[in-house]
């Protein structure tokens, strides 16, 4: 696998200059950016503080690639008679609007812009798809039911717990201190909806903005982001709690739910920049482009190797920024297409494909591999009847991989919590070892189910696999003075056997308990101040007989 930070040098070398993105809209790159007002040793003058904390807690230096668009440039063009929509600092470049295309021979002569060798002409002929797929089907749930989880998840039980997400939340990793930008097509109502009640009223959206037509968030344009929202940020307890109830989020509209062009990804490029700049820590895309409304600007499967489309160089950039960028694989699976779509063929996030709640692949899911042979998706989650709310405040249930991201999102966000200052492809590559199929990926499934239970032990260094070790039991506190907490890994639906001996084998406590399958299993044990300070031994008995001894301490405040 490509490591995260490589650049490819052909990264600015592969679009048409003014190449048409949308009907009179245009992206134009500079040569250089030279006339700045900027310089990489003032990052504060144009990089947020918690931008800057990121890149430090990584050692991600501050480059020319950082620094804004040069101011004069983008004047030369607006005098010229071009409306500024979009800038990329990344790649250089603006995305601008003309009604009189002989302002693109004004541009042309500029010396600043920078000629660039034709685009390639792009296989076309192939249908548009509707560009949110299956989950505007979906079905409303007017009933509640039965839940007896520490967040009464409601109708997301299901989703969060076949990933053993709760076993995260009950340890109190709730997202608290991580920010999530979400960029999608619009967030209908959430500035009223009572879903997001806990979002607004903790402060908890931290800024907006319609990178489609260069303004402030209305929050009535399309209700697709505000559905992926509830997924990770809703709080409605009983009913639907997310994903990632205690994190805060940034709301960014880069998809046009009108009409289908290559300009979206040049929004997608400016969103995940600001993001960048505003410091967020994880990026939840549901979007993904193969077809567009204008043929001649089609992907093919050939571009789908994380290189050749614009949206997934800057998935990738982002990255490397070290941003998390977590995409939706697509719902091509059942089309004649039926590959993952930009930006999931990016080498260095996170792609995720669907199954339905019983961990069984969907048909509409894309699949993979990416056209250079790299296992896509890497994890699938529920995304066939997952938990939403609607803008009316309803819950419902939709499908798409739009859905299954935001649960892995929110998940993710949780278990980075645990520990800021592992770097993001680490984070990645736990989640594909904890997954269900990890030893064995495909291009339906890649590796599978992720077990963040599992993941959360992998990350602390105990690896549950091995089912002889008894790093699988941990005690704490330890010494205790009064009560302390066991925790078990089960791979089993089983019976578990907890006694407390003293040194010489005489039992003082006996306890049995149901485990989870493939969990973390945790037991309250205390108060017991009668007992004298000393040594002593907590044993634990599995169903199918194995044993697991531990130390453990008492000792008097």
Known sequence: MRTLFIFVASILAVFQLAAQTAPGKYWIQFTDKNPSAFSIDRPGEFLSVRALERRER?????????LPVARPYMDSLVSAGAVLLNRSKWFNAVTIQVTDTTVLDRIRQFPFVRQLKSIRTIKSGLFIEDKFGMENECLQLNHSVTDTTELRYGQAARQIGMLNGHVLHNQGFQGQGMVIAVLDGGFTNVNTNHVFDTLRNNNQILGTWDF????????????????????????????????????????????????????????WVAGAEWADSAGADLINSSLGYTHFDDPSTNHSYEDMDGNST????????????????????????????????????????????????????????????????????DVTAQGSLTAIAG??????????????????????????????????MTIIQTLRESASMSANPDSLY??????????????????????????????????????????????????????????????????????GYTSINRMEIGRYSIFPDGIYILRITTGSGGQYVQRIVKASR
């Not at 990584?58 to 950082?66: A, G, H, L, S």
């Not at 939706?328 to 999931?344: R, V």
């Not at 499908?399 to 520990?419: D, M, Y």
């Not at 105990?462 to 010494?479: G, H, K, T, W």
């Open 212 to 267: 489609v037509n260069n303004c402030p968030l209305a929050f009535n344009e399309h209700n697709h982001g505000a559905q992926v929202l509830s997924v990770m940020g809703g709080n409605l307890p009983g009913q639907l709690v997310g994903t990632a109830p205690k994190a805060s989020f940034f709301l960014l509209r880069t998809e046009d739910a009108a009409s289908e062009y290559l300009i979206e990804e040049d929004n």
């Open 58 to 66: 990584y050692d991600i230096p501050v480059t020319e690639q950082d």
């Open 391 to 424: 803008s009316d405040g309803n819950i419902y249930r939709g499908s798409g991989t739009s859905f299954s991201s935001p649960v892995i999102c929110g998940l993710v966000a949780c278990l980075w919590q645990t520990n800021r200052s592992l770097p993001p």
């Open 446 to 515: 890649g590796y599978g189910l992720p077990d963040f239970g599992k993941a959360l032990f992998l990350l602390q260094g105990i690896n549950p696999v091995r089912l002889e070790d008894e790093s699988l039991l941990r005690i704490y506190p330890n010494p205790f003075s009064e009560a302390f907490t066991v925790e078990f890994y089960s791979h089993d639906r089983q019976d578990l056997t907890v006694d407390l001996l003293t040194v010489n084998g005489r039992k003082l406590l006996s306890g049995t308990y149901q485990s």
């Open 310 to 377: 614009r949206i997934s160089q800057a998935a990738d950039i982002a990255a490397a920024k070290g941003m998390l960028v977590v995409t939706s694989a697509g719902n091509e699976g059942s089309s004649a297409w039926h590959f993952i779509s930009a930006p999931a063929d990016a080498d260095s996030i996170l792609t995720v494909g669907a199954v339905d709640s019983m961990g069984n692949y969907v048909l509409f899911s894309s699949t993979g591999p990416t056209f250079d042979g790299r296992i896509k998706p």
